[in-house]
């Protein structure tokens, strides 16, 4: 599964983003979506996943409320909608996935992922 985010870019504070990630090389039906951040000098962290299984999210606290993570299985593709941006929200943002049958807590809170995509950058600055 070969993986491509895109859709970050420079944001003012309140403004918004929509981050897309394209598979390709397999279907991602059976697949775990999960999207990932990594700000400078500090650890990744799990933002948002979406399960497989039970088509049950996560959402990290500091995002819930701001950002909606969705598939369109036609496209083969996931999203991450980002509103109310906060400059705390600027990271290199990765979208991965797992083939794996659990709730989205578990795979965003637990689970390694097998595939990772290129970071997509989000600055959020005025």
């Known amino acids: 599964v070969q993986l491509q985010a895109s859709g970050g870019g420079l944001v003012q504070p309140g403004g918004s983003l929509r981050l897309s990630c394209a598979a390709s090389g397999e279907t991602l039906d059976y697949y775990a979506i999960g999207w990932f951040r990594q700000a400078p000098g500090k650890e990744r962290e799990a933002v948002s996943c979406i399960s497989s299984s039970d088509g049950s999210t996560y959402y990290v606290d500091s995002v819930k409320g701001r950002f909606t993570i969705s598939r369109d299985y036609a496209k083969n593709t996931a999203y991450l909608q980002m509103n109310t941006l906060k400059p705390e929200d600027t990271a290199v943002y990765y979208c991965?996935?797992?083939?794996?049958?659990?709730?989205?807590?578990?795979?965003?809170?637990?689970?390694?992922?097998?595939?990772w995509g290129k970071g997509t950058q989000v600055t959020v600055s005025s």
């Open positions: 991965a996935t797992g083939y794996v049958f659990a709730s989205a807590t578990t795979v965003c809170r637990y689970y390694g992922m097998d595939y």
